[in-house]
């Protein structure tokens, strides 16, 4: 009985305070802008084909089903990384785990919202930037705007989505976050020059 | 660097995104402890390392995550083709003179 209570008045006021790595780190170059992205609810999504469409419902955004896609609603995104895997991430403050939670379908949802740290990478020379680090072709033909992959930069795992045809949103860990920004700014310096 | 095609993904992405995961087709015993040493050690330690063609596992580490078959030649580290897991050796490979 105590554990629920103390469940729901964790739920009504965090009792730990935030403190978002990197916050309100940027930095501008010729032709390529990084900023830190603020803080964003997140879960990882597991679920089979049947639950799809249960859950697309629930969250408010219907999970894309083709590769390399993502689809976007109402300040929440959700980015096709696997098969049977999403990436939902929502920037105004409307939990989607608890929009989940209500799903009686079979799905896995997990709670990343402060497991992650999103970089903006916005410019003329964003592509070439991130390319710098990461093997995928960018190309607006290959990698149009919406367009979401897991990847590689440098050294670390991220998630890549195209917000706009100039504009990218970098996913990475939160313990990677130092390192990612840090060579998103050298890559930034060699894009300008 | 090399593009593997990743068969969930359906398109090819760079190498560097994949891992490579040993042997193919390597059907585990359904009765593991009735096999026999010597078979144990056939399933577990013996592998075919041909110099040519070899069905291998790899695994889209960084991208879609899932594990999928690739017809490799060793001599020209070429891909010849990639398949889902689970779906059966393919009979006839692309380019294949007979």
Known sequence: MAKAAAKKSAAAAPSVERRPALIGQELSATGVALAVLPPAERISLRAPDASVAALSKALGVTLPRKPKTSAARAGRTALWLGPDEWLVIDEVGRDPLADCAEVTVLHSAVGISHRNVAISVTGPAAAATINSGCPQDLSLDAFPVGAASRTILGKVEIVLLRTASDAFRVECWRSFSDYVFLFLSEAARDAAA | ?98
């Open chain 2, 1 to 98: 660097m090399l593009l593997i095609r990743c068969p969930y993904c359906e398109e090819e992405r760079p190498e560097l995104e994949f891992r490579n995961a040993g042997e193919a087709h390597i059907a585990r015993s359904a009765d593991m402890a009735a096999t026999s040493d010597d078979d144990f050690e056939k399933f577990f330690f013996i592998r075919s390392n041909p110099k040519g063609i070899i069905y291998e596992r790899w695994r889209h580490m960084h991208g879609c995550a899932r594990f999928f078959n690739a017809v490799r030649d060793t001599v020209s580290d070429r891909f010849l083709m990639t398949y889902k897991a689970g779906e059966p050796k393919p009979a006839k490979l692309p380019g294949a003179s007979e």
